[in-house]
């Protein structure tokens, strides 16, 4: 069994929380919320033409993810991850690993013509522990290393007193039978989705639910690393410095520009977090694949967001395919919602500003050939095999 880079880098971050090392996923499990939408929309679409790729489509993107070997996680639904990891035996000689989405609460129910994601979270899980271990029922012993052993687990908190202590109940239910299992997981907190009373600031609303909820739980039932909101520098670096052995991941949300994911993932990075999990992110990308090659030299300090989103377009452009955006465009920082159904967040995407502005040449002031020029020039070699 080839040695999985997540546990690599796991074991190196709970040793040294500044050691480095960053963890990448692509959750590719958006068929446990979107419906026939999920997989994304066909590169032959026109206009408005509500044309979507098949799921197998989506899960060749999955396969060929796997053989690109950059990323640490692929999330997959159940269904996904019965018929590629434990029928096709996908990951048995990857670094990467599989996990499935283990719960699918109301609030990522996104059905054209519902109403779930807008009405307060209630839990509910249609895969069970077994089915993701080993692809039935009642796994035997020697069963559960066949499919995933890691799953993602999903909570909201809505500031309800009932409804968030229901939500408590469920995930403890989930986590005492994951122990006896031996199921790892890793623990997503989405920021309220329909919320019973203000709160001043919902970076600390959530970091107080993490922290308080996780006080009970000893290191057996733990959580191996977090997934939530990037919400900013300062309730980042709380987190990170009340409890270093946090493994703070960040959720990508709506696809928005290729800037705004390159720049979260580095910003999120210097402030703390040592995670990131990108779906539509990821997914909506021109090529995913030199997309997520551009995310993994970013969090190996190769190259900057700005110099990243310009190598991108010079990867597009050597393979013919047309971008969503002008690069003019696609170095905006545009508003996001971080969330599956679309609503506001208070999940921050940095700009440009600050000493890491001034150390480079003003981008702003350049041409778009000015800009490729110099990028060609700063960042030879990057994407030239496509």
Same mark, same amino acid.
């Given at each position: 069994m080839v040695e999985k880079t997540l546990d690599r880098k796991l074991a190196r971050i709970k040793a040294d929380p500044h050691c480095g090392d960053f963890i990448i996923a692509d959750a590719k499990d958006a068929d446990m919320a979107?419906?026939?939408?999920?997989?994304?929309?066909s590169p032959e679409y026109h206009g408005q033409e509500a044309r979507f790729r098949s799921l197998e489509a989506y899960r060749q993107a999955i396969r060929e993810v796997v053989a690109q070997g950059l990323v640490d996680i692929v999330l997959m639904s159940a269904h996904t991850n019965a018929i590629l990891t434990i029928d096709e035996g996908l990951f048995d000689n990857s670094p990467i690993t599989p996990a499935a989405r283990a719960n699918d609460t109301t609030d990522i129910h996104v059905i054209r013509g519902g109403v779930y994601p807008g009405v307060p979270s209630a839990p509910f899980q249609s895969a069970t522990i077994d089915h993701i271990q080993c692809g039935h029922i009642?796994?035997?012993?020697?069963?559960?290393?066949?499919?995933?052993?890691?799953?993602l687990y999903s909570v909201t908190f809505n500031n309800d007193p009932e409804r968030d202590r229901i939500t408590l109940e469920a995930y403890k239910a989930f986590r005492i039978e994951a122990e006896r299992k031996g199921f790892r997981h890793f623990l997503e907190v989405f920021d309220p989705n329909a919320r019973q009373a203000p709160i001043e600031a919902l970076g600390a609303f959530v970091n107080d639910h993490i922290v308080r909820m996780l006080a009970g739980v000893p290191e057996a039932g733990r959580p191996l690393f977090l997934k939530m909101a990037y919400h900013g520098p300062k309730f980042t670096e709380e987190l990170a410095h009340y409890d270093p052995t946090l493994v703070i991941g960040i959720l990508g949300g709506s696809a928005g520009t290729t800037y705004d994911a390159f720049k979260l993932i580095a910003e999120a990075r210097k402030?703390?977090?040592? !995670?990131?999990?990108? &779906?539509? *992110?990821?997914n909506n990308a021109e090529h995913q694949l030199a997309f997520i090659e551009m995310l993994h030299r970013i969090v190996r300090d190769e190259i900057s967001p700005e110099e990243a989103v310009c190598a991108y377009h010079g990867v597009l452009g050597k393979l013919g395919i047309e971008p969503h955006r002008s690069l003019d465009d696609d170095l905006k920082r545009t508003d996001q919602a971080?969330?599956?159904?679309?609503?506001?967040?208070? !999940?921050?995407?940095? &700009?440009? *500003?600050?000493?890491?502005a001034a150390a480079r040449p003003d981008l702003a002031s350049m041409s778009s050939t000015e800009r490729l020029a110099y990028f060609r020039q700063r960042l030879r070699g990057i994407g030239s095999d496509g």
């Open positions: 979107f419906g026939i939408a999920a997989p994304g929309k009642d796994c035997a012993a020697d069963e559960r290393s066949i499919g995933a052993n890691l799953g402030h703390g977090a040592r !995670a990131a999990l990108f &779906g539509r *992110k990821i971080m969330s599956y159904g679309g609503r506001r967040s208070s !999940a921050v995407v940095p &700009g440009l *500003k600050g000493q890491a």
